[in-house]
């Protein structure tokens, strides 16, 4: 095992980006409004459960579809890219129903919002990049903020105000834009070969 601070540091922010627990603040507290309240422990241990799951058997789940990560890489770049269009462009590409805010700890916030199809493309990507032992780090990194942030949301949003929330959520777009630009420009050349 070699920890590499530097590795450690650009997946936790590729995951951070992406997980985007500060511009999902509004979301968190309509659902909050509308469902009740929402545990942070649970919702924190759900998701890293999630992408720790996704983390070890995400490859192989996606080998028996005979893909390899590079192509898993490449369609993650696309997923990213349409998620930062979101951000950046204040639009919903992606739709959640409204049925599911019953059980809302679980879903939505730890799947999909928190662990959701951005965050398990991220994990496989990341591993055509980084060492698994700071991919993991990351993942711990990212889900302690997440608790945090649950934990505090009301207060966050309180000292941000609207305007910062939503700033915030636009300078996290564009740095996930260019990360998808740069996972497609990495690992599309390796398909062409």
Do not use: C
Request: net charge negative; glycine share 8%; aromatic share 10%.
């Amino acid at each position: 095992m070699s920890f590499n601070w530097t590795e450690i540091f650009k997946a936790s922010m590729v995951l951070f980006a992406v997980i985007d627990i500060i511009g999902s603040i509004p979301v968190i507290l309509d659902i909050k409004k509308r469902a009740g309240d929402i545990h942070p422990g649970r919702a924190s241990l759900v998701a890293l459960g999630i992408m720790l799951l996704f983390f070890f058997i995400g490859e192989d789940l996606i080998g028996l579809f005979g893909i390899g990560i590079e192509e898993f890489a490449v369609a993650g770049a696309f997923v990213l890219f349409f998620l930062a269009l979101e951000m950046i462009l204040g639009i919903d590409l992606f739709k959640q129903d409204d049925k599911s805010l019953k059980s809302a700890t679980i879903v939505p916030v730890a799947f999909p919002l928190i662990a959701g199809a951005g965050t398990m493309t991220s994990i496989i990507s990341l591993q055509a990049e980084y060492q698994p032992e700071n991919i993991l780090v990351a993942i711990v990194v990212n889900i302690v903020v997440v608790f945090t942030v649950l934990k505090l949301t009301k207060r966050i949003e309180n000292v941000l105000g609207e305007g910062g929330v939503a700033v915030l959520k636009k300078v996290f777009g564009v740095i996930l834009l260019a990360i998808a630009v740069k996972l497609f420009s990495t690992n599309l050349p390796l398909l062409l070969d």
